[in-house]
């Protein structure tokens, strides 16, 4: 029961203790005359008094059985009443033993709890106290009380009662807002980046790093334009992209911008710009995100140069180097190449020549031209390194040759090929020995484990990753089947496997291991076959990466989704049987006014029939509040069953079911579309904006309009009317739940806020234009392909 409530029920106790004194004092002085009248009088009034007591006990037994937890205490916190979600939630029952509620107050909150008793006492109530108190067991709970003194028919304070609510969650949901608003701002402060917010291309706020950038204070950079401290690459083009921007032509662009700094000297940085549009502050950012890439150019400057030295340096190489485009054109080359196979023309002469000719024309050096020709087009066709690929020729030599494929960011931009000439090199195997003592070293110590096996599953070669990943010593591995020592769940799975690699396939697949101390283990291998000189299979490699981590947060992750899912539902039922539940007094309310109207009203005076029909409509309006709660909390839960909807039919069933006054037209001038939407929900959002349009026009002739335009990816509609308007103070409020226009009490103040709820699903917007006196425009769009 809220405060409004028990004042009603305080003012009826006082009009008819003051009546009964009057009556009293009609009698004393009339006695002698009207004895027998005082007599009756006397008789009627101790039937009333009885009545009276029948119905406040009927009314305590209500208050008792209302949802939230409600006490009633002495003045010292002791106990005196409490309903049964009461005990349910402080978990004691008063009828047990005598509790005193300040046992239960958090000893930070001991002062404020004194305080607010004091004040209490002073006013008569107390509204919105939050405390912590702590339950049995040491829960710790945020709670909210709304409590009122209660009087003896002396006026004097006897006791007090209250309402509890549990605002735990709602306090956590706060504190959890507050870190993480704590955290972006460390984010957005700590970025590597500058970021700067502006208006009109004036700065309106920056991080630190920005401000470190130009060698500024953050305060020193407020409402200085970018104009005043930057200009384009292109020193032409002087901020055209921003004068675009803030002209709202351009929404993002991405340009090289030279910065002044404090000390007069400049950076070059790379700037990319967005515009973002406030729908609360109707207003334009620009949210401006700055790379300092002065370094980065210096370092492009150098490569440029080292691309110089290194070109060259190619062209004085003792080995011959032939660099090909992606379109097989000769790009560079080296004297060396020229003499290797006898060209008389000079280097730059043969850029731009076709490699194939080359080819063809080279080929008859070789003592197996068309193996030459064969292997090119090999490995061209496979685009993989090739090194040391032997070459003999018909005068003796032996070449060896290199081919390296050229990419870019994915991107295939041609290859390089290095021959040299071997025939008088004796440290051939020694160089080739060194090599393999190169990328020996690089396997042993790559993150990733390695695994050679042959192919009878013996362990030829691991690294230490691996052993580390497995558990194992090399001493325990190598020489041994992998399947005996590597124990997995599905220990069919490594033949499979074993078997695609005789068959010359590589791949990758995930694995369950059993580790060495027997806990679980997750493995992503990839897998490939091994060749000996011959190119016949003669094992397999394989590289493991420990994945175990990555699937724990995949199961964590499922089991919080199913968690969420659930938690929903209950919601959505919790939402169900609470308006049920709260229904059941409010019949039962509605239900005894009519039989105290129907039985006493002969004997209630206008003042009583009065307070009888004004029950009803606080009935009639909490159960309108209820039902409106419940349609809300299920606005956006409910599955969407999307269908053609005729808006035309709707519009049309809603003038017919809601109340429109005689003096009030709803026109829809122009046929509105066919739309892709649940109807129900359509119905829903029509109906809440038409239903409050109609009921405030106060002109002698109303209109309600419908209008809608197509904005191409979104329908748009309008919803107009010549009513009193909208103060802009109320212009976003209003979407707000609970909140409606001034005092209204007709209106539960959720009708507009599902209303956005319904949008919001439709990943569309609502908002309202109104001027006081003329009348209002609530819009609202709907995407067409929502889903």
Excluded at 85 to 113: I, M, Q, R, W
Aim: proline share 2%.
């Amino acid at each position: 029961m809220d405060n409004k409530e028990v004042l009603l029920l305080k003012k009826a106790l006082e009009r008819q203790k003051k009546a009964r004194q009057q009556a009293e004092s009609i009698l004393e002085q009339k006695s002698k005359e009207l004895y027998d009248v005082t007599s009756h009088l006397r008789e009627t009034n101790n039937k009333l008094e009885n009545l009276l007591s029948e119905k406040t006990s009927e009314l305590d037994g209500i208050f008792i059985n209302i949802i939230d937890p409600y006490v009633v205490m002495d003045l010292q916190f002791n106990v005196i009443n409490m309903n049964r979600s009461a005990k349910d939630f402080l978990g004691f029952d008063h009828l047990d033993k005598l509790v005193n509620l300040s046992e239960f107050v958090h000893p930070d909150f001991l002062a404020y709890t004194q305080e607010s008793m004091s004040s209490m006492m002073e006013v008569g109530s107390l509204k919105n106290y939050r405390a912590k108190i702590i339950l049995q067991g040491g829960i710790e709970k945020w709670i909210q009380i709304n409590a009122s003194l209660v009087y003896d028919k002396h006026r004097r304070p006897i006791a007090a009662q209250g309402i509890i609510r549990d605002i735990s969650q709602e306090t956590e949901v706060k504190r959890l807002v507050a870190e993480q608003k704590a955290q972006l701002d460390i984010i957005v402060e700590n970025s590597p980046l500058g970021i700067v917010l502006s208006v009109d291309g004036k700065i309106v706020k920056t991080n630190s790093t920005f401000a470190n950038m130009l060698g500024h204070k953050e305060l020193a950079l407020k409402n200085v334009s970018f104009k005043s401290i930057s200009v384009p690459e292109n020193e032409l083009e002087d901020n055209l992209s921003l004068d675009k921007m803030c002209a709202g032509k351009l929404k993002k662009f991405t340009e090289i911008w030279k910065f002044k700094k404090n000390d007069g000297s400049t950076i070059m940085a790379k700037t990319m710009m967005t515009a973002i549009h406030d729908e609360h502050r109707k207003k334009d950012y620009q949210v401006a995100i700055i790379e300092d890439i002065s370094s980065q150019l210096e370092a492009d400057r150098k490569l440029k140069a080292s691309e110089n030295r290194l070109s060259a340096l190619i062209s004085n190489l003792q080995t011959g180097v032939l660099l090909e485009d992606e379109d097989g054109k000769i790009a560079l080359t080296n004297q060396m190449f020229c003499n290797i196979f006898g060209i008389k023309d000079s280097p730059e002469n043969l850029i731009g020549l076709d490699c194939a000719e080359s080819e063809q024309e080279n080929k008859k050096f070789f003592k197996k031209p068309k193996a030459f020709v064969s292997r090119i087009e090999e490995i061209l066709a496979k685009k993989e390194p090739v090194l040391a690929d032997e070459l003999e020729m018909i005068d003796g030599r032996i070449l060896s040759r290199d081919f390296i494929p050229i990419k870019h960011e994915g991107d295939y931009k041609g290859h390089l090929w290095a021959y040299q000439d071997i025939t008088i090199s004796k440290n051939y195997r020694k160089n080739l020995e060194t090599q393999r003592e190169k990328y020996s070293s690089i396997i042993a110590n790559m993150n990733l484990g390695l695994v050679e096996v042959d192919n009878e599953d013996y362990i030829q070669m691991v690294n230490q990753s691996f052993c580390n990943m497995s558990g194992f010593e090399k001493e325990e591995l190598i020489g041994k089947k992998a399947c005996n020592v590597i124990q997995l769940k599905d220990s069919n799975i490594i033949e499979k496997k074993n078997q695609n690699r005789l068959e010359g396939k590589s791949e990758s697949y995930e694995v369950e291991v059993i580790g060495k101390n027997q806990n679980i283990k997750h493995w992503l291998i990839s897998g490939a076959p091994r060749y000996d000189d011959t190119g016949a299979v003669i094992g397999s490699i394989g590289i493991h990466l420990d994945i175990t981590d990555q699937k724990q947060l995949e199961i964590q992750k499922e089991k919080l989704l199913s968690q969420l899912e659930n938690s929903n539902q209950g919601l959505q039922e919790y939402a169900h049987i609470v308006s049920h539940d709260l229904k059941s007094p409010l019949r039962s309310i509605s239900a005894l006014a009519t039989w105290l109207s129907d039985d006493y009203k002969d004997v209630l005076d206008e003042g009583g029939r009065q307070n009888l029909e004004l029950m009803q409509e606080k009935v009639a309006s909490m159960d309108k509040l209820i039902h409106g709660i419940l349609e809300y909390s299920t606005a956006n839960s409910s599955a969407l069953d999307d269908s053609k909807v005729d808006l035309n039919t709707v519009i049309t069933d809603i003038g017919e079911t809601i109340y429109i006054p005689d003096h009030v037209q709803l026109v829809v001038p122009k046929s509105l579309p066919t739309i892709m939407a649940d109807r129900i929900k359509m119905h829903q959002v029509f109906q809440n904006i038409i239903g409050n349009a109609v009921v405030h026009i106060e002109r002698e002739i109303g209109l309600v309009e419908v209008l809608f335009k197509d904005e191409g990816e979104f329908w748009q509609f309008t919803i107009s009317d010549n009513g009193v308007g909208i103060p802009e103070e109320y212009h976003k409020k209003i979407f707000d739940i609970f909140q409606s226009i001034g005092n209204d009490e007709r209106s539960t103040g959720i009708g507009l806020s599902i209303v956005k709820k319904i949008v919001d699903r439709y990943q569309g917007s609502v908002w309202v234009d109104s001027v006081v006196g003329e009348g209002t425009q609530f819009h609202f769009t709907i995407k067409k392909n929502h889903n």
